[in-house]
């Protein structure tokens, strides 16, 4: 069960970089950005979050936890947004919270 909140996602673990604000409350995407830079993911990664908190209006601060994508897919990709997941839980003292893509693919398919 998701607590309300807001809630940072990362996920740099394929060839795209996808990072979205997610309210909880309302389970709705406030704001997202999609980008297939194929490698330099961690050159655009924090122009994305920097887009997508201010296209939300929610700051790094007032996030309620911070989601990253943990694979399967590229080692160095998945320890990209890892790291910078982990260096804003630390700044915001909220949770990170890892996330397979497996996991959230079976999550949208019908039963």
Do not use: W
Not at 9 to 17: G, H, I, N, Y
Not at 40 to 55: S, Y
């Amino acid at each position: 069960m998701i607590q309300a909140g807001t809630i940072l996602a990362l996920d740099t673990s394929m060839e795209a970089s996808s990072v979205a604000v997610f309210d909880c409350a309302r389970s709705l995407v406030l704001a997202e950005s999609y980008r297939v830079p194929g490698r330099g993911h961690a050159e655009i990664l924090f122009d994305q979050i920097f887009e997508v908190t201010r296209a939300s209006g929610v700051e790094l601060k007032a996030m309620s936890r911070f989601a990253v994508c943990t694979g399967p897919g590229n080692f160095t990709g998945v320890r990209i947004a890892l790291a910078a997941a982990r260096g804003l839980a630390l700044a915001a003292a909220r949770p990170v919270v890892g996330i397979s893509s497996l996991e959230t693919i079976a999550a949208g398919a019908d039963a």
